[in-house]
């Protein structure tokens, strides 16, 4: 018998399924399920698609650059003006802002290129196990619903396997690690769409890239009084995403200081394949417990 549909994939497709209005502005919601403010990766996925829906299809990305500027309110939509830059053959720019009412909330540089064939070289992909071959999220949620509730009770349009203990039961272990791995994928049929692939992508690049800064400490979201919010987020594309599929995640921070810390991550494809880096900044604050 064929598996139920995953709702929230469902939220989540619609979501990105963005309303044309006049002169090149979209409107965005958001799914039934969401936190205090805008998700940082909903953002950026409907900024992705706003950009390439304005631009020729036969041109690739090339990068999606986003600062953060305010909080967004769930309850409201959100407009996405696109401003064409540069249109050529081969390559095109735009920029994209999103507001709620007159509130910048977020502003993305995007670009496309069809560069043609050149040099090639990458960096490996880590050897890890097979996806098949690890736990579902809900596994590794078990147990710890009360520590980790906003994990627990977000949309999961995403399947997660992770390749290592996710930082919640690493911090229950003792254990701290520098890096994080994990292979993701939409959790069910998606259209035949490079834009909705592409935009998955993106939407995922803000889960756990800021993970590798606090497990470098031994510390996890919910053991731990941490407060964390995304300042920029960078995309470069490298090659055609296919998001129905399996890609890893592959994360670390190179540095914590000034109470920012960056996280910088590589999308490979099952065979080994570099398909995209990021890098994001976040504002992070440690608050210790008082030990009395």
């Known amino acids: 018998m ?7 994939l469902e939220e989540l497709l619609a979501v990105l399924d963005l309303k044309l209005g006049d002169d090149d502005c979209f409107v965005g919601s958001h799914p039934s399920k969401t936190p205090l ?5 909903q953002l950026m996925a409907q900024s992705m698609v706003a950009a390439s829906r304005t631009v ?5 990305p090339g990068t999606l650059s986003v600062h953060f500027i305010n909080g967004g309110d ?4 959100i407009e996405f003006r696109v401003h064409r830059l540069r249109d050529e053959r081969r390559f095109a720019n735009r920029r994209v802002d999103a507001l709620q009412g007159d509130t910048l909330i977020a502003t993305s540089m995007v670009s496309y290129l069809s560069g043609g064939s050149g040099l090639e070289h990458s960096v490996e992909a880590p050897a890890v196990a097979e996806p098949e071959t690890l736990p579902r999220l809900g596994e590794l949620l078990d147990g710890y ?3 980790v509730p906003g994990f627990v009770n977000a949309p999961h ?3 997660w396997r992770y390749v290592n203990d996710p930082a919640w039961v690493m911090r229950d272990k003792g254990d701290r690690l520098a890096h994080n791995r994990v292979w993701v994928k939409a959790d069910g049929p998606i259209p035949e769409d490079p834009v909705l692939h592409t935009a998955m992508l993106v939407y995922s690049s803000d889960t756990t890239v800021l993970d590798s800064i606090i497990t470098t400490h031994g510390l996890s979201w919910g053991f731990d009084r941490i407060f964390a919010a995304s300042a920029n987020h960078t995309v470069w594309f490298h090659r055609p995403i296919r ?5 890893l995640y592959a994360t670390s921070s190179p540095v914590a200081a000034d109470s920012r810390g960056l996280g910088s991550g590589h999308f490979f494809d ?7 880096t990021v890098t994001q900044e976040g504002v992070l604050k440690y608050f210790p417990k008082v030990k009395r």
């Open 74 to 77: 769930p309850a409201r939509d």
């Open 157 to 159: 349009p995403i399947e």
């Open 2 to 8: 064929p598996s139920e549909p995953n709702t929230d």
């Open 145 to 147: 619903e009360e520590v």
């Open 37 to 41: 403010r805008t998700f940082g990766g």
């Open 56 to 60: 020729a299809p036969h041109l690739p």
């Open 270 to 276: 099952r065979s080994g394949q570099l398909l995209a």
């Open 243 to 247: 998001f129905d599929d399996w890609v």
